[in-house]
């Protein structure tokens, strides 16, 4: 089916291609959820201008600002994720990328600590070269993120630092490096479900594993600080047409899920997601792992082992 249907299905049955969604996700993952969880590992100063983003050194915000964590505060932080239930587990770093072997080769290190640990490590660092995301995969790194964030056509608007192509290069480069990858973006910047549509076309053209789904969360001091919230409706439509567009890729509800979806937060398996972001989120809190792991009881699913 040709993503116009799928827009136009949407806007005219939005409940009955949601619960369509849902039956797909149930038919290519079952009852089973996927989590993951993540470490800002080094925060803020980031020359990038992505206007809503708290770390860029263009705006104002409060983020923290540190340089990269040593292995005795990721891998702890690392194995309570895991004694929850966690097996995917993701160094994040702010800035354009690794400027430093130095800095790359301690990444390393912790991946290969976290394979030691059972994990699946995941890492997103910026825009890395095939020689240093080979570099990782050797260490057991298993997954590269890098999100496109948007659509092509609405990337000029939130960021001028460094072009969508820039984006696509990287993943490309994870490929070629024979990582998994994991890419997707930020709804409720302002763009609209057809954005929305183009970017999950691009994700499946890329072949992308995994689909970080993000809802904005407005920051003092950033650009989008005054965006409004996206509605629970149209998060869970949102949802529901990623699923329809990769209907065998993961798609996980990532940052900004409570406040988005209010009391409709338990739906998202049935708009099709199959699985979710777990603790706290870059500089933000997010819900504790007891919360998330009774709600997925409670729904008669269970945690990927």
Same mark, same amino acid.
Not at 55 to 65: D, E, G
Not at 179 to 204: H, K, Q, V
Not at 229 to 248: G, M, N, Q, V, Y
């Given at each position: 089916?040709?993503?116009? *249907?799928?827009?136009?299905?949407?806007?005219?049955?939005?409940?009955?291609?949601?619960?369509?969604?849902? #039956? $797909?996700?149930?038919?290519? &993952?079952?009852?089973?959820?996927?989590?993951?969880?993540?470490?800002? $590992?080094?925060?803020?100063?980031? %020359?990038?201008?992505?206007? &809503?983003?708290?770390?860029?050194?263009?705006?104002?915000?409060?983020?923290?600002?540190?340089?990269?964590?040593?292995?005795?505060?990721?891998?702890?932080?690392?194995? #309570?994720? &895991?004694?929850?239930?966690?097996?995917?587990?993701?160094?994040?770093?702010?800035?354009?990328?690794?400027?430093?072997?130095?800095?790359?080769?301690?990444? =390393?290190?912790?991946?290969?600590?976290?394979?030691?640990?059972?994990?699946? %490590?995941?890492?997103?660092?910026? /825009?890395? /070269?095939?020689?240093?995301?080979?570099?990782?995969?050797?260490?057991?790194?298993?997954?590269?993120?890098?999100? @496109?964030?948007?659509?092509?056509?609405?990337?000029?608007?939130?960021? /001028?630092?460094?072009?969508? !192509?820039?984006?696509?290069?990287?993943?490309?480069? $994870?490929?070629?490096?024979?990582?998994?990858?994991?890419?997707?973006?930020?709804?409720?910047?302002?763009?609209?479900?057809? !954005?929305?549509?183009?970017?999950? $076309?691009?994700? =499946?053209?890329?072949?992308?594993?995994? +689909? %970080?789904?993000?809802? @904005?969360? %407005?920051?003092?001091?950033?650009?989008?600080? /005054?965006?409004? &919230?996206?509605?629970?409706?149209? =998060?869970?439509?949102?949802?529901?047409? @990623?699923?329809?567009?990769?209907?065998?890729?993961?798609? #996980?509800?990532?940052?900004?899920?409570?406040?988005?979806?209010?009391?409709?937060?338990?739906? +998202?398996?049935?708009?099709?997601? *199959?699985?979710?972001?777990?603790?706290?989120?870059?500089?933000?809190?997010?819900?504790?792992?007891?919360?998330?792991?009774?709600?997925?009881? !409670?729904?008669?699913?269970?945690?990927?082992?």
């Amino acid at each position: 089916m040709q993503i116009s *249907n799928f827009l136009k299905e949407l806007e005219e049955k939005p409940w009955e291609f949601i619960v369509a969604a849902g #039956r $797909a996700r149930e038919a290519n &993952f079952g009852p089973g959820v996927d989590a993951c969880s993540i470490i800002n $590992a080094r925060s803020g100063n980031c %020359p990038e201008d992505c206007s &809503f983003c708290a770390q860029s050194a263009h705006h104002t915000a409060q983020a923290r600002a540190y340089p990269l964590l040593p292995e005795g505060e990721v891998i702890p932080a690392a194995k #309570r994720a &895991f004694d929850k239930g966690v097996r995917r587990f993701c160094i994040v770093t702010s800035g354009r990328g690794i400027g430093s072997e130095k800095e790359l080769s301690a990444i =390393a290190r912790m991946v290969e600590k976290m394979r030691e640990i059972g994990f699946m %490590p995941c890492a997103t660092l910026g /825009s890395l /070269s095939l020689s240093q995301l080979k570099t990782l995969k050797e260490s057991g790194l298993y997954r590269y993120h890098h999100n @496109l964030e948007t659509s092509r056509s609405f990337f000029p608007r939130i960021c /001028s630092t460094h072009s969508y !192509d820039e984006r696509i290069e990287t993943l490309s480069a $994870a490929k070629d490096a024979g990582l998994s990858t994991c890419s997707g973006g930020i709804f409720g910047m302002g763009e609209g479900m057809p !954005d929305r549509a183009d970017m999950a $076309a691009e994700l =499946a053209r890329l072949g992308v594993d995994s +689909v %970080p789904v993000n809802f @904005l969360m %407005p920051i003092p001091g950033t650009p989008l600080e /005054s965006a409004d &919230f996206i509605t629970p409706l149209e =998060a869970l439509k949102s949802i529901s047409l @990623l699923r329809h567009i990769l209907p065998d890729k993961e798609i #996980r509800v990532c940052g900004g899920r409570l406040t988005a979806l209010r009391d409709l937060h338990p739906m +998202v398996f049935m708009a099709g997601a *199959n699985g979710i972001l777990m603790g706290d989120y870059l500089t933000k809190s997010g819900r504790n792992f007891e919360d998330d792991l009774r709600m997925i009881t !409670d729904l008669g699913m269970r945690l990927n082992g």
